[in-house]
């Protein structure tokens, strides 16, 4: 799932000592060899597309016509200011690609390039990369700045890449998107209050149109909530977005089990507390647990809204919170537990028969 494997027992390790349900959305495959061998990882404030294709595979391109939007021609515009902002407000800075022959070796073994011309003592000088819709481009190699890398060369000019701020730094390739952290319910408190509860305006006004005071004459300031989007996503964290203490130092605890002093691979908060979320988008995800439920092991998978509805409804049966996105189809926000469900009926049988 792109995620590097020794993270992964790491992070089980981790759900065990904090009794916590860790999940991971999908991660470039790409980038696993890459957030292995210490390359620094994007973080909430670049927003350029990486790439998906050629030697350029996993890294941000300052110029996006080499992204993944390279057959998006009415895309490129947005994100190329994107990276302008970003490099503008000193987020990070543009380096030239350089890639070694181990990594050469990996985009040919997966088809990301192909056709390379070798020079004097195979040294590699040209090679081809098609776009996801099969367009083909021409890229040169020549020496880097280091023996066995090689600069990457396109229609005559070097190709630059995101990097964070400072010098002498590596390229920022993928980083590892958090899709939910789940305490245990004996755990469950304050620590788990968002910035913002209802995750997305429009959900907080639903909640709104559901009360009988009409929105025009609700209080001062759930009347500005309702109105501007702006002020109800004030709270918002700019650097790791919408939040709970129990996240945000869970994000510090991650990357200090999985890469100690070395480069952060989580930057920001959940998708369950993400306003723009696209459920189909967090498959597969991978889930680290304190201990086995069941069918899903310590360390195991969830492909799809149906797994997601199983796993989380055993979640709860094993005394877990779980974290739903509101946004989310009521068919997964409504799960409860077996003994909330239990209870209710036994209240509801109760009452008929008084």
Request: net charge negative; with cysteine; aromatic share 8%.
């Amino acid at each position: 799932m792109g995620i590097v494997p020794e993270h992964l027992v790491k992070l089980q390790l981790l759900s065990q000592k904090t009794n916590t349900i860790i999940s991971i959305r999908p991660v470039d495959m790409m980038a696993t060899d890459l957030i292995a061998n210490g390359y620094p990882t994007k973080g909430f404030h670049i927003k350029g597309k990486s790439a998906d294709w050629g030697p350029q595979t996993s890294f941000i391109c300052v110029k996006q016509e080499l992204s993944k939007l390279a057959d998006r021609p009415d895309k490129q515009e947005g994100f190329n200011k994107e990276v302008q902002d970003c490099l503008s407000k000193g987020y990070a800075n543009k380096v030239v690609l350089e890639i070694t022959k181990a990594r050469l070796d990996l985009l040919v073994e997966n088809n990301y390039i192909k056709n390379i011309k070798y020079g004097v003592n195979r040294q590699p000088l040209e090679l081809e990369a098609s776009t996801p819709k099969g367009v083909m481009h021409k890229f040169e190699l020549v020496p880097g700045s280091d023996k066995g890398s090689w600069q990457v060369i396109y229609n005559g000019e070097p190709v630059e890449v995101l990097a964070p701020a400072g010098s002498g730094q590596k390229p920022l390739t993928a980083d590892y998107d958090l899709f939910m952290i789940a305490p245990a319910f004996e755990d469950y408190g304050v620590e788990d209050k968002l910035s913002v509860h209802d995750v997305s305006h429009h959900i907080f006004k639903e909640r709104m149109d559901g009360y009988t005071t009409p929105h025009e004459k609700l209080p001062g300031k759930l009347k500005d909530l309702y109105l501007s989007e702006d002020e109800f996503y004030a709270k918002v964290d700019k650097n790791v977005g919408n939040v709970s203490v129990r996240i945000r130092n869970m994000i510090s605890s991650i990357n200090e089990c999985l890469v100690g002093n070395g480069e952060p691979v989580v930057h920001h908060s959940t998708d369950t507390c993400n306003p723009w979320t696209d459920i189909e988008a967090n498959f597969p995800a991978v889930i680290t647990l304190p201990k086995s439920f069941g069918d899903f092991g310590e360390i195991c998978v969830v492909r799809n809204v149906e797994e997601l509805k199983s796993f989380a409804q055993k979640a709860k049966d094993e005394g877990y919170y779980v974290p739903l996105n509101p946004v989310w189809d009521k068919e997964i926000t409504d799960i409860r537990s077996s003994r909330f469900m239990d209870a209710k009926n036994f209240a509801i049988q109760h009452w008929k028969h008084r």
